[in-house]
């Protein structure tokens, strides 16, 4: 018996990528999936197609499992009603939520349009919301729901070029965290993921050089979209019903539990005084400057000097 046996998923983004391979692996657990996806570019700049979504589930039923597909957006609130209302009809329930839905248009902030900002934070944030939204009432009433909303290193570390990305990915992180506070009670479980892995979003990266080809020849091969999708499919999935709040990354075989924001530095004046602008420069800025971060984008877990192994 799989570990999805009985249960129904949606996947959005299920057409490539890490969506396809959460929709598959879903499948071979058992769940019952509906497989959501646009069919549009990699910047949102096409009309779409139902083509990517019909494909995977045509790939699950021919390989012995349950499959529909759906082409609507996860911007259109309507949209994503309609894609609980489907899974409903067509398999009886719903049961957990995978989103890796996303786009991107990547510029340096000084360039971005309102467009690129808007479009990017639509498809992100306001399609998670769209997503939980639209299934929180049922899991809640049922007693029973996952979600695994993806975030980014790009949010969570920064990276160069991604300030609609990193924003939407970080409010993502957040939303996740609190829709697993407020779901606790009711058996409503919530964590995001931050993955690595060689999809047609990291190919849209450019080369700059011959270094840059040779290491993104290696992550082809040793960092697939199998292996975040395997584990999303593990969160969602009721052996994992002890996990709620959590933000987790995959690179490879790496699979990484990443800290959430904590005070590191706290600086209070004594009673009956107060902090002036003068002192703030002169005391407090002082006494928090050796726990800054700096403008580096942080390494990954996993990496060569960061990298726990496992006992034998």
Same mark, same amino acid.
């Given at each position: 018996m799989g570990?999805?046996?009985?249960?129904?998923?949606?996947?959005?983004?299920?057409?490539?990528?890490i969506g396809r391979d959460c929709a598959l692996i879903a499948a071979q657990e058992g769940a019952k999936v509906l497989v959501n996806d646009l069919g549009g570019g990699l910047k949102g700049e096409d009309e779409g197609s139902a083509g990517p979504a019909e494909k995977v589930a045509q790939e699950i039923r021919a390989a012995g499992?349950?499959?529909a597909s759906n082409s609507d957006s996860v911007t259109s609130m309507k949209a994503v009603q309609g894609m609980v209302e489907q899974a409903r009809d067509t398999f009886?329930?719903?049961?957990?939520?995978?989103?890796?839905?996303?786009?991107?248009?990547?510029?340096?902030?000084?360039?971005m349009t309102e467009e690129d900002w808007d479009r990017v934070i639509d498809v992100h944030m306001r399609g998670s919301f769209n997503v939980a939204r639209a299934t929180i009432e049922l899991f809640r009433d049922q007693q029973d729901g996952a979600y695994m909303f993806f975030t980014s290193t790009s949010g969570l570390f920064g990276n160069i070029g991604q300030a609609n990305y990193g924003a939407a990915k970080m409010g993502i992180a957040g939303m996740s965290r609190i829709i697993a506070m407020e779901g606790a009670r009711n058996n409503v479980r919530s964590n995001c993921l931050a993955p690595v892995a060689w999809t047609r979003m990291t190919q849209s990266? !450019?080369?700059?050089d011959e270094a840059a080809a040779a290491r993104r020849a290696v992550m082809a091969e040793k960092v697939r979209p199998d292996q975040p999708a395997r584990f999303?499919?593990?969160?969602?999935?009721p052996a994992a019903a002890n996990v709620s709040g959590q933000i987790f990354g995959s690179s490879g075989e790496n699979i990484i539990l990443?800290?959430? !924001?904590?005070p590191i530095v706290?600086?209070?004046?004594?009673?009956?005084e107060s902090w002036t602008v003068d002192s703030i420069l002169k005391e407090a800025v002082p006494q928090m400057a050796p726990k800054f971060f700096d403008l580096n984008r942080a390494p990954l877990a996993g990496s060569q000097n960061n990298q726990q192994k496992q006992p034998a």
């Open positions: 570990a999805l046996e009985g249960k129904v998923v949606l996947v959005t983004g299920g057409g490539n990528g499992g349950e499959a009886g329930g719903l049961h957990a939520v995978i989103n890796p839905a996303g786009i991107l248009r990547d510029v340096m902030f000084h360039k990266v !450019p080369i700059k999303s499919v593990a969160m969602v999935s990443y800290s959430q !924001p904590r706290t600086c209070t004046k004594p009673e009956g």
